[in-house]
């Protein structure tokens, strides 16, 4: 497999192999062969300047070896040649690697800048990233054809300076990223890398963020911030021929709401159940988090991990000897601590003293235990749905009615990103239609009045982003996502269309209105 890469001034040595590219600035010399557009890769010789005038110009070649690996001689710092009296007036006063590239067996080259190092705006443009990196990202990474040249060239100093108010955000404040610029700066777009996701989102204008911009200055706020909103901002633009991409890291505590204790209160028989087991259980995203509970009296701690949540159970072997409330302690690092208390209340066997009216257990459909009555016993949904199945022990000793909040977890999962999308979080004329696709799928598993609402919400929420971005929504994308074969899917994406056409929103006038 050979190797190789062409550049405005090259020479070969070896046979094709291993490719670098050296940068060679020196003085009163021009560089021969094809030139390359845009970027900053040092002056060339004027010729209209005065004969004695120095002017620093850059020279690339392109180095061949047999061998697949870097020579020793350059993998550490290059030093200059000694110079020579047949070499003035040119003086060499810098010599250094700018990319690496590696051939394929359809004589492609995939070229990758080294550090210090980057391709021009215009080139990125022009040509096919090694990977598929979002095209607003700088590239490092570009592939040529045999017949291209292209080099690397030295970055100048970054034209711009990212600030926040505060990497550490108070739930329900407001975010506020500045980006003060120097130069101009074009295609300015702003994404958010939350934990643990593979990519990162498109930030856009929503109910919950707003962009501003001037010449120097640009500014994202986002109102009403929440943990959902952590992570890695990014902010890329073009400025000075290169792409540049800024980081800033932001945290935001989870609060109590965030923390599911489960169950959150329990009524237990030391008689017929000596133990039993708690568990407090977060986002996943927030793995920053460590537990521990109390009192904990020697019982066993343990984690547990779902798709979307992380557990910390307590598993306790001996009732106690009291009415005692457990606390699950949580703590991140530079964070306040955050508690959740589980009451749980052990049942007194009858006696000679008396003793705790209870209602038996009942396994007709969930596993109720033995509760006391006035409580409320408690039991996890079943299956993939989330939750929590409650039943009250009324005081006379019978079972209540069933009170459940299950909710198939593929529809909140839509639900959830219906509502990020609206806040501002990815690109609705690509993730509606997205979203449109998997509803005949999430329908089928519309089970209890809790699955239909979430249903129902999504749609909704669609609608509004539907109006406020004005995607029409043409035949061929509902009949792609076999809305068609469902009524109710039918008549509620048909809702979607209709809100949109009618109803004014904010931001955008109604179609109706715009005719009349």
Same mark, same amino acid.
């Given at each position: 497999?050979g190797?190789h890469e062409?550049?405005?001034?090259w020479?070969?040595l070896?046979r094709? *192999?291993l490719?670098k590219?050296l940068?060679?600035?020196c003085?009163?010399?021009r560089?021969?062969g094809?030139g390359?557009a845009? *970027?900053?890769?040092?002056?060339q010789l004027?010729?209209e ?6 002017v ?5 070649v ?16 290059l030093?200059?040649?000694?110079a ?5 007036p040119?003086?060499l006063?810098?010599l250094s690697?700018t990319?690496?590239c590696?051939a394929t067996h359809?004589?492609c080259s995939y070229?990758a800048?080294l550090s210090?190092?980057?391709w021009?705006a215009?080139?990125?443009s ?6 598929t990196?979002d095209?607003?990202?700088p ?6 054809s045999?017949?291209e ?5 030295l970055?100048?100093?970054?034209p711009a300076?990212l ?9 329900g404040d407001t975010?506020h ?6 130069q101009e700066?074009t ?5 958010l890398?939350p934990?643990?996701s593979?990519?990162p989102?498109l930030?856009r204008?929503g109910?919950?963020?707003?962009l501003t911009s001037s010449?120097n200055?640009a500014?994202l706020?986002i ?6 909103w952590a ?10 021929g ?7 890291m932001v945290?935001v505590p ?9 169950p959150?209160?329990l ?8 133990g039993?087991?708690l568990s407090?259980c977060i ?9 521990s509970?109390s ?5 066993e ?15 306790v072997?001996r009732?106690p000897a009291?009415?005692?409330t457990y606390t699950?302690?949580?703590?991140g ?6 508690g959740?208390?589980?009451?749980v ?7 000679a ?5 209870t ?11 033995v509760?006391k009555?006035g409580?409320?016993?408690q039991?996890?949904?079943p *299956? ?6 409650k039943?009250?022990?009324r ?5 209540g009615p ?5 909710t198939?977890?593929?529809l909140?999962a839509l639900l959830?990103?219906?509502r990020l999308?609206r806040?501002?979080? *990815?690109w609705?004329?690509d993730?509606v239609p997205?979203?449109l ?6 329908a ?15 749609v909704?929420i669609l ?5 406020h971005a004005?995607?029409?929504l043409?035949?061929?994308a509902?009949e792609?996502s ?5 009524r109710?899917l039918?008549?509620l994406?048909t809702?979607?269309?209709l809100?949109?056409?009618l109803?004014p929103t ?5 179609k ?5």
């Amino acid at each position: 497999m050979g190797k190789h890469e062409h550049h405005t001034s090259w020479a070969r040595l070896g046979r094709p *192999g291993l490719a670098k590219e050296l940068e060679k600035p020196c003085s009163a010399h021009r560089a021969r062969g094809q030139g390359q557009a845009g *970027g900053e890769s040092g002056q060339q010789l004027d010729q209209e300047r005065g004969a004695g005038e120095l002017v620093l110009v850059s020279v690339y070649v392109q180095l061949y070896f047999s061998s697949e690996r870097r020579p020793v001689a350059l993998s550490g710092p290059l030093t200059l040649p000694t110079a020579s009296a047949s070499s003035a007036p040119v003086t060499l006063t810098g010599l250094s690697l700018t990319a690496e590239c590696d051939a394929t067996h359809k004589g492609c080259s995939y070229c990758a800048c080294l550090s210090g190092y980057q391709w021009n705006a215009s080139i990125c443009s022009h040509h096919r990233p090694c990977q598929t990196p979002d095209k607003h990202r700088p590239c490092g990474c570009l592939v040529f054809s045999p017949a291209e040249a292209g080099y690397c060239q030295l970055l100048p100093p970054v034209p711009a300076a990212l600030s926040l108010n505060s990497w550490l955000q108070t739930p329900g404040d407001t975010l506020h990223l500045t980006l003060l610029t120097s130069q101009e700066t074009t295609n300015l777009n702003w994404f958010l890398w939350p934990t643990g996701s593979p990519s990162p989102i498109l930030l856009r204008a929503g109910s919950r963020e707003s962009l501003t911009s001037s010449w120097n200055r640009a500014v994202l706020s986002i109102v009403n911030i929440s943990h959902k909103w952590a992570g890695e901002y990014v902010c890329c633009f073009e400025a000075r021929g290169f792409r540049w991409e800024l980081h800033q890291m932001v945290r935001v505590p989870l609060q109590v709401t965030d923390v599911a204790g489960l169950p959150d209160q329990l009524s237990i028989s030391c008689a017929t159940s000596p133990g039993f087991q708690l568990s407090c259980c977060i986002p996943s995203a927030h793995l920053g988090y460590t537990a521990s509970w109390s009192p904990r009296d020697g019982n066993e701690a343990s984690l547990f991990n779902t798709p979307d949540s992380q557990c910390f159970v307590l598993a306790v072997q001996r009732c106690p000897a009291a009415d005692t409330t457990y606390t699950c302690g949580l703590q991140g690092p530079g964070l306040s601590p955050l508690g959740v208390a589980v009451s749980v209340t052990v049942i007194q066997v009858p006696g000679a003293w008396g003793g705790d009216t209870t209602r038996p257990e009942d396994s007709s459909t969930i596993a109720w235990n033995v509760t006391k009555t006035g409580h409320v016993a408690q039991a996890p949904c079943p *299956g993939k749905r989330r939750g929590m199945v409650k039943r009250p022990c009324r005081p006379e000793g019978v079972w209540g009615p069933i009170h459940s909040s299950c909710t198939d977890t593929g529809l909140l999962a839509l639900l959830l990103r219906a509502r990020l999308l609206r806040a501002g979080q *990815g690109w609705p004329v690509d993730e509606v239609p997205q979203i449109l696709a998997q509803l005949p799928e999430q329908a089928v598993v519309v089970t209890s009045p809790t699955d239909l609402l979430a249903l129902v919400a999504t749609v909704t929420i669609l609608a509004k982003v539907v109006a406020h971005a004005r995607i029409q929504l043409n035949g061929s994308a509902l009949e792609s996502s076999a809305l068609g074969k469902d009524r109710l899917l039918f008549s509620l994406v048909t809702l979607i269309s209709l809100a949109a056409y009618l109803f004014p929103t904010c931001d955008y006038p109604s179609k109706k209105s715009m005719k009349n």
